[in-house]
């Protein structure tokens, strides 16, 4: 049985560490933040991402919370033109096996939090910033930014795009920033006229600039996110943005689009940033993954997976 520390406890560090502890191993968690949980807004999760979770045994949990879109859909932003749509119903399902769905990003980290605490074999560790590694034929030894020392067999950094990991086995620097901000929001639906409460991933596209929504949090909430290619170059995670602002940027949107944009509140904008890909992950007893190893933009909608 070996002994796995996993720098950070988000999404990819702790199902890291359920399928570990699963085969038997002893795992610990080292989390930077003073407490375990996740922030942010939406995401989505196709049917690879579920059958992952079906491995690791909290699929059903994430089911539980998830909600189930009829469609995935893309409109012309400007006319309110629907473009394109493909069906994610009964058949999808029948052909790849599982769903396609969005959740809140706690309804995904919940149940891998809760395996984690539910199994004897994982330890979790908050307020434990890892910033270094040293290894040896036989273990590897993290330093935190609070000066403890932990030592395992093998070292998994899962501790995001400015992984400190990284930044010790792959030595590349800080992350590009792409040029890209994303504004984001979550309403209660209650909020949004019953005529717009689409059970279907929509994005209405534009000229450098597009506008997502769906519905998440059990049906509760909707999720708006708004990307514009302007060509910033100062790195943003997480900025209160006042809603004028984000109405000002996407003027063009059509009627029923810029409707939904209006709904937005408690704005907050990021920068978006990825890396090039490196052809090595590990070094010995360490390996990366994730955005640690490989950072992705969103438009693909398998970050998460």
């Not at 690791?56 to 009829?70: H, N």
């Not at 309804?107 to 330890?123: K, M, N, V």
Request: aromatic share 6%.
């Amino acid at each position: 049985m070996a002994h796995a520390l996993i720098a950070g406890g988000g999404i990819g560090g702790l199902a890291t560490a359920v399928a570990l502890a699963r085969c038997g191993h002893r795992v610990t968690v080292l989390e930077r933040e003073n407490t375990f949980a996740e922030i942010g807004s939406g995401i989505q999760l196709a049917p690879n991402g579920f059958h992952a979770l079906n491995l690791l045994g909290v699929g059903q949990d994430v089911r539980d919370r998830a909600v189930f879109v009829d469609e995935l859909r893309l409109m012309d932003g400007l006319t309110s033109e629907k473009i394109a749509g493909m069906p994610v119903r009964e058949r999808y399902r029948q052909r790849f096996g599982n769903p396609y769905a969005v959740v809140h990003r706690r309804d995904l980290h919940g149940p891998l939090l809760s395996a984690c605490r539910a199994s004897e074999g994982i330890e979790l560790v908050a307020s434990a910033a890892v910033q270094r590694y040293v290894q040896n034929p036989a273990t590897v030894t993290v330093t935190t930014a609070d000066g403890r020392t932990f030592t395992g067999d093998l070292l998994v950094g899962a501790d995001g795009i400015r992984s400190a990991v990284r930044a010790h086995l792959v030595r590349d620097g800080a992350p590009r920033v792409c040029g890209h901000t994303i504004y984001r929001s979550v309403i209660p639906i209650e909020k949004v006229p019953r005529r717009l409460r689409w059970n279907v991933v929509t994005l209405w596209a534009g000229p450098a600039w597009h506008f997502v929504h769906y519905i998440i949090g059990r049906g509760e909430y909707l999720n708006l996110a708004a990307t514009l290619d302007d060509g910033a170059h100062e790195s943003v995670s997480g900025r209160p943005v006042r809603r004028a602002v984000v109405l000002s940027r996407f003027q063009e949107l059509g009627e029923t689009a810029r409707l939904l944009l209006e709904l937005g509140e408690h704005w907050r904008q990021w920068v978006l940033c990825d890396r090039d890909p490196v052809d090595v992950w590990t070094d010995g007893r360490v390996a990366l993954m994730g955005d640690a190893a490989h950072p992705m933009l969103q438009y693909a909608a398998q970050g998460a997976c």
